[in-house]
């Protein structure tokens, strides 16, 4: 596609309830990261995906937390048994790559999912 | 591990007056730096890279950017600033390995408010 889609673009669930959000890379890109912003501060890295393997998902903040990605394409990240603090947004982004290449640097961004815990 | 910090949270500014935004990293090791904006509602846009050559990086909207590798700092600046400048802006750094690159690491933001 033209850019990174994120679906769906806003979800309130029921604390307890599992969500499951959805990134459709830039067509080609290899290389997909998840971020989660909660209100009023920085991006916090989940996981990484090059290909379909995930070679750092050190920023996973519990168990809950899983994703996945399938065909080189599309990734899901699924959280279970949701909480309040998991209110947030949550980007994807896609690059090229993640070899030494300076054309692998840039990564484009998804517009984000507003997930709200109630 | 790798961190940035943009010490201003906001940046308040009147509309055609001159802005720094201010970033420093940790690593002294080999780093990619980026500047990344965030309009309101929006996702992220990349501003400006900084990979080699030249210290001085020219973005889009009039933006540029300096790396200072003795100080860590690659401080974004606006001559300028319009109205349209509004929004948040995040400093990023990705540290280059052999195998390839780490995440980015991204900042706390600064958001930058432009008034007339």
């Known amino acids: 596609g033209a850019g990174v889609s994120q679906s769906p673009s806003n979800k309130v669930t029921e604390k307890g309830k599992d969500v499951e959000l959805r990134c459709d890379p830039i067509s080609g890109h290899t290389a997909l990261y998840w971020y989660r912003q909660r209100l009023g501060q920085g991006l916090e890295f989940l996981i990484y995906?090059?290909?379909?393997?995930?070679?750092?998902k050190s920023g996973l903040p519990s168990d809950r937390f899983s994703a996945e990605r399938t065909g080189e394409s599309v990734s899901t990240l699924t959280i279970q048994r949701t909480q309040q603090e998991d209110s947030a947004v949550y980007l994807c982004?896609?690059?090229?790559?993640?070899?030494?290449?300076?054309?692998?640097?840039?990564?484009?961004f998804g517009q984000g999912t507003r997930l709200t815990v109630v | 591990a790798q961190s940035v910090t943009q010490l201003d949270s906001q940046v308040p500014v009147f509309e055609e007056a001159p802005v720094e935004l201010r970033c420093n990293y940790s690593s002294s090791v080999s780093v990619y730096l980026f500047w990344y904006v965030q309009y309101p509602n929006q996702g992220l846009q990349l501003l400006l890279k900084y990979l080699s050559g030249s210290t001085l990086v020219k973005g889009i909207n009039g933006f540029e950017a300096e790396f200072n590798k003795s100080q860590t700092s690659f401080h974004l600046r606006k001559p300028s600033v319009h109205i349209s400048d509004t929004a948040e802006y995040f400093c990023?750094?990705?540290?280059?390995?052999?195998?390839?690159?780490?995440?980015?690491?991204f900042g706390t933001g600064t958001r930058l408010l432009v008034s007339p």
């Open positions: 982004a896609s690059s090229l790559g993640a070899g030494i290449s300076p054309l692998n640097t840039e990564a484009f």
């Open positions: 995906f090059q290909g379909n393997s995930a070679p750092d």
């Open positions: 990023a750094v990705r540290r280059r390995v052999n195998t390839g690159f780490q995440k980015l690491v």
